[in-house]
């Protein structure tokens, strides 16, 4: 059983650019979350994605945005990138049926240089 | 803003040595999770407290939520060298929030 997939495991981008990431959620599980881990610290809530709709988000301007198809996988977009933004970028997926199972990928070592 | 503060950041010792890593915070969570982290991977749910007061035991480890869920704690007996890790603690508000709150974790050397 498959768990959560992210891709691409690493990339590099310019400052200014723009850069998708793309989750596929475990089998079963329907609500996907995104989170930004800086060097050294905990991981930082993005957005939780259910039905196709943000359903709740965290302290991010609106350069970060995000997606859900309806096959639950999920992808997140941010524009304007900025040095700031280099981080691992971790993708969570649970059942909407619980808030405790929470699964989460190996994330997307995004830098920007 | 909820917060939850680790303590200690770092973590070395020997092989069969006993530790206790702590979580506390000034807000209530509905529930506390723990994580462990290896380099280059995503977190591992290890296990979630809901009750205060609550015990729970995974083998060497044992897991406790405060009596007024604001804090938690993880003891590990015996440490082992694959034990070594990030171990972040991570808390749920309440009802209608699906925003995990983490700490910023404890890093764990276990030398052989």
């Known amino acids: 059983d498959a768990g959560v997939t992210q891709s691409p495991t690493h990339l590099i981008k310019t400052r200014g650019q723009q850069v998708t990431l793309r989750c596929s959620p475990k089998?079963?599980?329907?609500?996907v979350s995104w989170y930004q881990q800086a060097l050294g610290q905990g991981p930082q809530f993005i957005f939780q994605?259910?039905?196709?709709?943000?359903?709740q988000r965290g302290n991010f301007p609106d350069r970060f945005s995000g997606h859900q198809f309806p096959n639950y996988s999920s992808e997140l977009n941010v524009n304007a990138l900025l040095l700031g933004d280099s981080a691992l970028y971790l993708c969570?997926?649970?059942?909407?049926?619980?808030?405790?199972?929470?699964?989460f990928g190996s994330g997307t070592r995004l830098t920007v240089v | 803003t909820q917060l939850l503060e680790q303590s200690p950041q770092f973590l070395s010792i020997q092989e069969g040595e006993n530790l206790t890593v702590y979580c506390n915070s000034s807000?209530?969570?509905?529930?506390l999770q723990w994580y462990r982290q290896e380099p280059g991977e995503g977190p591992v749910l290890l296990v979630t407290?809901?009750?205060?007061?609550e015990v729970k035991k995974l083998k060497r480890l044992t897991f406790q939520f405060g009596d007024a869920r604001k804090d938690s704690s993880l003891h590990i007996t015996a440490a082992q060298p694959g034990d070594t890790g990030l171990y972040l603690c991570?808390?749920?508000?309440?009802?209608?929030?699906?925003?995990?709150?983490f700490g910023k974790g404890t890093k764990l050397s276990v030398i052989p």
């Open positions: 407290v809901v009750t205060g007061g």
């Open positions: 969570a997926s649970s059942p909407q049926r619980s808030a405790y199972g929470y699964t």
């Open positions: 807000s209530v969570f509905s529930s």
């Open positions: 089998s079963g599980h329907d609500t």
């Open positions: 994605y259910y039905e196709e709709e943000e359903r």
């Open positions: 991570a808390g749920l508000a309440g009802a209608g929030s699906y925003q995990l709150t």
